[in-house]
């Protein structure tokens, strides 16, 4: 038996990168997969995929993500796992940080994600099941950076809301984890190594590993802590950064 049968996931931000790789392996380990993209031209990647449902549009659009859950049922596949993986990035000088900065980041990488939780949550209990989250955070949200006070403080606020919601949602069958990656080879490592390559360099420095690690990576663990390998992992913070919050 394949880790993730009976596993019916929504991933969001599927289009690229951590989320991309994430439906790979869910999909290869026995999964069924609901993702959110955001542009309709990452869709043609994933043709050849049969347990998979494709919904292109916003996180933030209430309407769409109820609309995700219902198509669950109708298809006989019920939602019991969820992986909040979309996010947004932005650097900014802290006393540059205007007030609808913070507004469209928060939006993105919290509010978003706790809009899913609940909805995710009222369908776990309404229909019975048991249910896994995870949250995809950040060792920005841990660690200090410079120029990144706005996301580290929205990743920072997701890690929070996780643990005392895996706190409050246990007499329910959900439990909830926090994976938060350092950097990660995503479609922003080509780029940043080949623009900022005294940054690249430092980073390697700073790394026990002297490497970034691969979005394969991170697929993986997220594989185990929705399989039903790790049932009695709830409300952790799992850092995998190659040693760098250690260092």
């Known amino acids: 038996m394949m880790i993730l049968e009976n596993k019916n996931i929504l991933i969001t931000g599927g ?11 869910a999909l290869s380990k026995g999964a069924f997969v609901f993702t959110i993209i955001k542009k309709k031209s990452d869709n043609k990647k994933f043709k050849r995929y049969r347990n998979l449902k494709i919904f292109n549009g916003n996180i933030e659009n209430k309407n769409l993500i109820l609309k995700i859950f219902k198509k669950s049922i109708e298809i006989k596949r019920p939602i019991n796992c969820l992986v909040n993986n979309a996010g947004l990035r932005f650097r900014k000088k802290f006393l540059k ?9 928060f939006s993105t990488n919290f509010f978003s994600p706790l809009m899913i939780m609940q909805i995710f949550s009222n369908f776990v209990i309404k229909n019975k099941l048991n249910g896994s989250v995870v949250n995809i955070t950040s060792i920005v949200g841990q660690l200090g950076f410079d120029e990144l006070c706005g996301y580290a403080a929205s990743k920072g606020a997701l890690a929070s809301l996780t643990k005392s919601y895996a706190v409050e949602m246990s007499k329910y069958g959900i439990k909830a984890n ?10 922003f490592y080509k780029k ?4 900022n390559k005294n940054l690249y360099n430092w980073t390697l420095s700073r790394i026990p590993q002297k490497r970034w690690g691969e979005t394969k990576e991170i697929a993986e663990l997220i594989s185990f802590i929705l399989s039903n390998k790790s049932l009695y992992l709830n409300g952790e ?3 995998i950064d190659g040693g760098w919050s250690n260092a």
């Open 237 to 239: 913070t799992i850092t």
């Open 15 to 25: 289009g690229k990168g951590i989320g991309e790789e994430c439906i790979y392996n």
């Open 178 to 187: 926090n994976i938060s990656p350092g950097f990660i080879k995503t479609s």
């Open 192 to 195: 940043f190594k080949k623009e």
């Open 97 to 105: 940080i205007k007030e609808h900065d913070l507004k469209k980041i």
